[in-house]
């Protein structure tokens, strides 16, 4: 079993739609990265949560201590926001860093 | 951009050789770990650097080995190369090592 899940695996919209990937996680953590990759290409870290939301321009992300659960949310989605979208956390104890299989979002104008 | 740098971007070796990866992490940032993305799947530890010192290490055989220097860069060494180590390889560093992770642009490598 997976430390982090996420859903759902693949994730196609139109242009302008609200989007919501989801991500659980089963082990106690320091915090939550959300984290997007283009196609080929590197990582970039979106946000880094251990309590609460989080906004930046049209990302918000939410975050649920005692449920193990968080949400990344895109509104107004674009072309461009295509990427994968990756769900990682910081254990409290050790030092790895625990990665979901990410969400392949496809955004059709 | 993170200022978080990798180098070669993109690498070919044959099976058997052997590889050097190197990352240059964030200013001020201290840790370094290394993640291996095979293709279609998501990142996996391999292992990460602490002022120096290897600070952990995930489910990978020894020829997996690596380096960290005072300025806080850090080298991956892979020896006798298999044809499964092809993927992307990360570099993140991070201030302490629990802080939050400032990803590379990734060395994609293949062996042939």
């Known amino acids: 079993k997976n430390e982090v899940e996420q859903s759902p695996q693949n994730l196609t919209a139109q242009e302008g739609e609200f989007i919501t990937i989801n991500c659980s996680y089963s082990?106690?953590?320091?915090?939550l990265h959300w984290l997007q990759q283009h196609p080929g290409g590197g990582i970039v870290s979106l946000f880094m949560?251990?309590?609460g939301k989080k906004k930046h321009g049209r990302l918000i992300a939410t975050i649920n201590i005692q449920e193990k659960h968080s949400s990344l949310h895109i509104t107004a989605s674009h072309p461009r926001d295509s990427a994968v979208y990756i769900c990682a956390v910081s254990p409290n104890t050790g030092n790895q860093f625990y990665f979901g299989t990410g969400t392949s979002l496809t955004v059709i104008p | 951009e993170t200022g978080v740098t990798q180098s070669p971007t993109h690498l070919i070796k044959t099976r058997g050789q052997q590889v050097t990866l190197r990352c240059s992490s964030q200013?001020?940032?201290?840790?370094v770990s290394w993640y291996q993305q095979a293709l279609g799947q998501g990142p996996q530890f391999i292992f990460q650097y602490y002022r120096e010192e290897e600070n952990g290490r995930g489910n990978f055989p020894p020829r997996f080995s690596g380096l960290q220097f005072p300025n806080y860069s850090s080298e991956l060494n892979v020896n006798a190369l298999e044809l499964d180590d092809s993927a992307l390889y990360l570099c993140?560093?991070?201030?302490?090592?629990?802080?939050?992770?400032?990803f590379g642009p990734g060395t994609r490598l293949t062996v042939t």
């Open positions: 949560l251990s309590s």
């Open positions: 993140a560093s991070s201030l302490e090592r629990q802080g939050g992770q400032y």
């Open positions: 082990v106690g953590i320091s915090a």
């Open positions: 200013s001020g940032h201290n840790t």
